[in-house]
């Protein structure tokens, strides 16, 4: 009993996970790089919905890079949170100037906020 209780409780975090990630429908594309650029300006410009625009067409990266760090479909929505979270360190904190698109950037911020959760995590567990 105890062994199919596992394999459906792993089938189930597989299914979810799959259906969460896997799914191309469920993100919007990403901007194109003239878009980008231009919503970048806009938000220098102090114009909040070219934020919301920028998150949201990024969130494709949270969830590629998720799928990297996930073990159990359990813990998908708090990686996904907390790298969205870092997607909005990133975009708060981008410097165009610096030669470098904003994807690029904003996958190191949300890796950082991922390792910095699992540093948390571990630490806690050990004390």
Not at 45 to 70: F, M, Q, T, W
Request: aromatic share 12%; charged share 20%; with cysteine.
């Amino acid at each position: 009993m105890f062994v199919m209780y596992c394999l459906f409780n792993i089938v189930g975090s597989i299914t979810f996970f799959v259906a969460y990630i896997g799914n191309g429908a469920s993100f919007p594309q990403p901007l194109s790089e003239s878009d980008e650029k231009y919503y970048l300006e806009k938000l220098k410009e102090g114009d909040p919905l070219a934020k919301n625009v920028l998150i949201e067409r990024n969130l494709r990266l949270v969830a590629h890079i998720v799928k990297k760090y996930s073990y159990s479909g359990k813990e998908v929505d708090d990686l996904i949170s907390i790298g969205t979270i870092g997607l909005i360190k990133a975009i708060d904190s981008y410097n165009s100037s610096k030669g470098t698109r904003l994807a690029t950037y904003a996958a190191r911020c949300i890796e950082n906020v991922i390792y910095a959760l699992r540093q948390h995590r571990v630490t806690y567990i050990n004390n």
